[in-house]
């Protein structure tokens, strides 16, 4: 596999939401979105496998989005990962953060940020093949942005 080459990705659609403080489904101009509040820190969790075609280098997580109205201000967004080797426990590794990512000057023009893990305690050392949770947040308590962020997909690549 090649550095930058596609792992997995996931849709909203994806989406195993945690018990509370939640993403929620919505739909936008034919596109299935989660809604992430401006007011409160929402999250969004995705299951996967990592492919075995994947080397052990770093990952990088991207997040393609939009905002429902805002056309000004920021948005902060969290990722953390976890390798599953218990269904019942909370191991996630701690988030990295893309802090200041400029809302787009248009409502629903859909923008991308993207987070580096190195290989490693950054992403609960997974490895090629094991079972893994991937989070996302949206840190309404320290971004500008007012009205929701549309996270459409996320995709993990390695580095």
């Known amino acids: 596999m090649a550095s930058g080459d596609t792992l997995i990705s996931f849709t909203a659609r994806s989406n195993v939401p945690p018990a509370s403080n939640y993403a929620t489904l919505d739909e936008r101009g034919g596109a299935i979105v989660l809604d992430f509040d401006d007011a409160t820190n929402e999250e969004a969790t995705f299951v996967g496998v990592m492919p075995q075609n994947y080397a ?30 218990d269904l019942l426990g909370d191991s996630y590794a701690a988030a990295r953060s893309s802090d200041d990512n400029t809302v787009p000057g248009t409502a629903g023009n859909v923008d991308t940020t993207s987070i580096a893990f190195t290989s490693g305690a950054q992403m609960d050392s997974i490895g090629a093949g094991d079972l893994f949770r991937l989070s996302v947040i949206r840190d309404a308590s320290s971004d500008t942005a007012t009205g929701d962020a549309e996270l459409i997909s996320v995709e993990i690549r390695e580095t």
């Open 56 to 85: 052990g280098g770093g990952l990088t997580v991207h997040l393609q989005w939009s905002m429902t109205s805002a056309t000004t201000g920021d948005v902060d967004w969290d990722v953390k990962l976890q390798r599953q080797t």
